[in-house]
């Protein structure tokens, strides 16, 4: 599908607060690939997802995470999104004053601004996108997404409900255009409208442009996207990797087998 994958992870270890957490993760995700990354409570799955976003708390110790084969972990949150690495957040924040059109549109710009130009104290030397063109490009993303136009003049999360907030954030990514995604769904069991606005935009948004990865504990979400990838991780470390099929076996048949296996493994 494609030659060297957008998202490199090597040999990742990360400890948080001096206790390791990570023990060697490693996956590929490419453009046009849809990936989910499993495993039980614990296993370590939000650990990754925050040190990819650079979060000061997790000490990466060993391995790498490249991103068109540029290091991450040299690169500042802020670098790592303009550079196409888009982040879901599990809570996100509400913004009351700014409308979601303001901010995505400050958003989008800060994405094409050129990196000279920016997140060094000086001042861009382009505006970005014109008004009236964001105003088609949002109204195109809100049409995809089945969005009242409306919505786009409400306040950033304020008061949304948590369905609202997962389609803000699905419009975010409609408008920044990513090379990868990484939603975290973690373990706080959305409702099901939230589950089925994340999957319908990964559905609609999904192509051969953007590698995404969904991080569940459920395999509930994936009966509504299909992914191409399933990793199972287990104590810092994927244990097992298929396809569709295996978050099936997951469904059925829990994660504790996951887990004897790899005590088999590490027992002999
Ligand atoms: P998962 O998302 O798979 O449920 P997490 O990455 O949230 O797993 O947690 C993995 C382990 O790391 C857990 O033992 C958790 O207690 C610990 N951990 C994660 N984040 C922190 C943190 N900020 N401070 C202390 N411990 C943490
Ligand atoms: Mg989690």
Redesign the pocket.
């Known amino acids: 599908m494609s030659q060297t994958p957008e998202l490199v992870v090597r040999g990742l270890h990360v400890a ?2 001096g ?1 390791s ?2 023990k060697g993760l490693d996956f590929e995700v490419a453009r046009g690939e849809v990936h989910a990354l499993m ?12 040190t990819l976003m650079g ?1 000061p ?2 000490q990466v110790t060993a391995g790498e995470i490249l991103f068109k084969g540029r290091n991450v972990l040299e690169m500042q949150p802020d670098e790592r999104s303009r550079a196409g690495l888009f982040m879901a957040f599990q809570y996100p924040v509400a913004i009351p004053g700014v409308s979601i059109a303001n901010f995505l549109r400050t958003a989008l710009n800060a994405r094409l601004a050129p990196p000279e130009t920016n997140g060094t104290g000086t001042v861009p030397a382009r505006r970005g996108i014109a008004p009236k063109e964001f105003r088609a490009l949002l109204r195109e993303k809100m049409a995809l997404l089945r969005m009242d136009e409306a919505v786009a003049t409400r306040y950033l999360n304020d008061g949304f409900s948590g369905g609202e907030k997962k389609r803000a954030e699905i419009l975010q990514m409609a408008v920044l255009k990513p090379e990868i995604a990484i939603l ?1 769904e ?2 706080s069991g959305l409702d099901i409208d939230a589950l089925r606005v994340v999957a319908d935009g990964v559905n609609a948004l999904a192509g051969p442009d953007m590698g995404v990865l969904i ?1 569940t ?1 459920y395999q509930r979400i994936l009966n509504y996207i299909k992914p191409h990838f399933v990793h199972v ?1 287990v104590d ?1 470390r994927i244990q097992i990797s298929g396809g569709p099929e295996l978050a099936l076996e997951l469904e059925s048949r829990g994660y504790d087998w996951v887990r004897e296996q790899q005590e088999e493994v590490e027992t002999p």
Do not use: C, Q
């Open positions: 948080v607060e206790k957490i990570l495993g039980p409570n614990g296993s370590g799955k939000s650990t990754f997802a925050n979060h708390r997790y975290d973690t373990d991080i504990h991780m810092g």
